[in-house]
Structure formats: C-alpha cells, structure tokens
C-alpha cells in the first residue's frame, strides 16, 4: 500500500533498517567471468545495492552476491 501510495522514502528506510547486511558486510559477484569483491554501503532511492570497492562505490541492480 505505501508503495502505491508513492511512500518511497520509507519503504526505503524500514528495509535497510530491516536488512542488516546492506550495511558493512563482505561481498564478492562475478562480472563477465571476474570475481569482484566490496563492502555494502547501503541501499539507493531506485532499490540498488551500493558496493564499496577499490575503484569507488558500484550500484547493483542485479544478479546474485555471496556474502562472506
């Protein structure tokens, strides 16, 4: 219902809050047969996943990540 009712920003906030792991937990993905690897930094306003890594912050949108 909050999502119809436009309510974005605290859908948003109640599943972070409700998602300990989009916070400060190793992950790793694989891109193109590459193995990458970051630290969650949250989640954005459009529901992405956001990935520290050495080359800057990532937005995941899709896909699958292991949690270490």
């Known amino acids: 219902a909050r999502l119809r009712a436009g309510d974005h920003a605290t859908l948003l906030r109640d599943w972070t809050e409700m998602s300990p792991a989009a916070h400060g937990r190793d992950v790793s993905w694989i891109v193109e047969g590459e193995v990458r690897r970051g630290v969650t930094g949250g989640v954005d306003g459009e529901g992405a996943l956001l990935v520290r890594t050495a ?14």
């Open 55 to 68: 080359s800057g912050l990532e937005r995941l949108v899709a896909g699958e990540v292991t949690w270490a």
